[in-house]
C-alpha cells in the first residue's frame, strides 16, 4: 500500500461479503488510498454504500438470474438515480 500503484488494476468480486459496517468504511478507505496512489479499482457489488461511493457504475440486470446480463444503466451515482431501467438507481 506504500508505493505507487500508478498503473495497478485491482478486481474485488463482493469484497463486502460478511463485513460489519463499519468494516465496511475500512474497506472504502482502502479502496480510496489506492486510488490516490494511482491505481484502478473496479468492484463487484450489491453493497450500497459502497455503490454510494462510486465514481461510475455500470448497472447490470434487469433482474437476476436469466432476467439480467445486460447494461440498463451507466453512469455516476446521480445519473444512476435518475436511470428509468435502473432498479439500483431507486435506492441509492
Known sequence: M????????????????????????TLLTVFQTL??????VIVIEHDLD??????????????????GGRLVARGTPEQIKNAADSVTGKFI
Open 2 to 25: 506504500g508505493k505507487a500503484q500508478s498503473g495497478s488494476v485491482f478486481v474485488f468480486d463482493e469484497p463486502t461479503i460478511g463485513l460489519h459496517p463499519l468494516d465496511v468504511q
Open 50 to 67: 459502497v455503490i454510494r461511493s462510486a465514481d461510475y457504475i455500470l448497472d447490470m440486470g434487469p433482474g437476476g438470474g436469466e432476467a
Open 35 to 40: 486510488i490516490e496512489s494511482g491505481a484502478t
